[in-house]
């Protein structure tokens, strides 16, 4: 299979597709069995688990002397995120509304560490540069939870606004975006999963299903979803789109059975996860 396997980007993958909404807790053995199939080892998966533990996306559930790991509260907000992303938002904006949000702000230099992690959390955000000290992103953007842990106080401005002579829609995506980089992105996955027979080497249908979500995923976070009518008619979005949904159409029932088949799941409650130590 081509490209690094990145272990707790597809964890989140499979608790998106199986544990999210679910109620559900999933017995690490059994985490461990299916990503054998993706080429990953046993010590990356447990040193995944234990990752995400200390980082509070995921609470142990003890049953005997096996150990299963279910969502918390924020882990089930970020992969909530992503679904809305993947299924509601999708990758082509026809519906934008003319609207900008700018994001204008100016730190001393003794806070520069908050400056980069501001930066960091606006791209991810869809924010682009588009001078010094101005971030913009098409569309009304809720970025109080952005700002909110960085305690910017009155560094920071947020607006609204449109554009108006002599200022065009499409200057602002040509100077504040890499439209071309953004296409590039797209490109490598038509490349990839565009084809006939995508990914022969994978084992199954499930190895296929969790690479493809998590390589559409990563896609369409990194998206800034720039309005459809001022990119190329030839957007690679439009055509790569349809190829994820596809495919995932193709691979889900063949998945599906062979995670029930395969997965260990035991019934949880939000917030029964105990501390536990060891067995996993």
């Known amino acids: 299979m081509e490209g690094p396997v990145r272990p707790q980007s597809l964890m989140f993958t499979l608790l998106g597709i199986y544990v999210l909404g679910r109620d559900t807790a999933l017995y690490s053995g059994s985490v461990i069995d299916v990503f054998a199939r993706l080429g990953l080892s046993e010590e990356a998966v447990r040193s995944t688990?234990?990752?995400?533990?200390?980082?509070?996306?995921?609470?142990?559930?003890?049953?005997?002397?096996?150990?299963?790991?279910?969502?918390?509260?924020?882990?089930?907000?970020?992969?909530?995120?992503?679904?809305?992303?993947?299924?509601?938002?999708?990758?082509v904006n026809n519906g934008w509304d003319g609207t900008w949000t700018l994001v204008g702000f100016s730190l001393p230099d003794?806070?520069?560490?908050?400056?980069?992690?501001?930066?960091?959390?606006?791209?991810?955000?869809?924010?682009?540069?588009?001078?010094?000290?101005l971030w913009i992103a098409p569309g009304t953007k809720d970025v109080a939870g952005v700002l909110a842990p960085l305690e910017l106080g009155d560094h920071v401005t947020v607006l609204t606004?449109?554009?108006?002579?002599?200022?065009?829609?499409?200057?602002?995506?040509?100077?504040?975006?890499?439209?071309?980089?953004?296409?590039?992105?797209?490109r490598a996955f038509l490349d990839r999963w565009d084809t006939g027979d995508p990914l022969p080497a994978a084992p199954?249908?499930?190895?296929?299903?969790?690479?493809?979500?998590?390589?559409?995923?990563?896609?369409?976070?990194?998206?800034?979803?720039?309005?459809?009518?001022?990119?190329?008619?030839?957007?690679?979005?439009?055509?790569?789109?349809?190829?994820?949904?596809?495919?995932?159409?193709?691979y889900e029932p063949r998945a599906r059975k062979l995670a029930d088949t395969v997965l260990d799941e035991l019934p949880v409650r939000s917030g029964e996860g105990r501390p536990s130590s060891g067995g996993e």
């Open 49 to 91: 688990l234990t990752r995400m533990v200390k980082r509070g996306l995921l609470e142990r559930h003890r049953q005997g002397r096996k150990v299963y790991f279910g969502l918390t509260e924020h882990a089930a907000e970020v992969l909530e995120d992503g679904r809305r992303r993947i299924w509601e938002t999708g990758a």
């Open 110 to 133: 003794s806070r520069r560490s908050t400056r980069h992690d501001l930066r960091s959390q606006l791209v991810w955000a869809g924010f682009g540069l588009l001078q010094s000290g």
């Open 161 to 186: 606004a449109r554009a108006f002579k002599p200022t065009e829609a499409a200057d602002l995506v040509r100077k504040a975006f890499d439209t071309e980089q953004v296409a590039g992105r797209y």
């Open 204 to 250: 199954d249908d499930l190895a296929r299903q969790l690479l493809l979500h998590n390589d559409w995923l990563q896609l369409v976070r990194q998206d800034p979803h720039l309005p459809a009518e001022h990119l190329p008619d030839d957007w690679p979005a439009i055509r790569a789109e349809h190829v994820f949904h596809t495919l995932a159409r193709t």
